[in-house]
């Protein structure tokens, strides 16, 4: 379990959109909001899902220096479950993958 990451799925994004942990572009963001389907494999897609498993590893990592041990999946689970508490102002980036 250590050795695995986070997931990156369609609603963390969003989550760490709206807490500022990350930007969107302009682009993203009008694609998203317009709720247009960011094709499988697009560049979009791949820094999307990318940079959200390096927000996790470097999230990790700030935890593990205030001597809070987590691996990536304990934090994708904590993640997951604000995920729910949030109001959600945007909806979630649509792209159809089987590799979930």
Do not use: C
């Amino acid at each position: 379990m250590d050795n695995l990451t986070g997931g990156a799925d369609y609603a963390i994004p969003r989550l760490l959109h709206e807490l500022g942990i990350f930007k969107y572009s302009d682009v993203l963001l009008d694609t998203i909001s317009s709720k247009r389907l960011i094709e499988h494999n697009s560049r979009m897609e791949i820094e999307l899902r990318s940079n959200t498993l390096y927000v996790f590893e470097i999230m990790r990592e700030m935890l593990k220096e205030r001597g809070i041990f987590l691996n990536s999946i304990q934090l994708d689970n904590i993640v997951w479950g604000i995920r729910i508490q949030n109001n959600n102002k945007l909806p979630v980036h649509h792209t159809k993958t089987i590799f979930y």
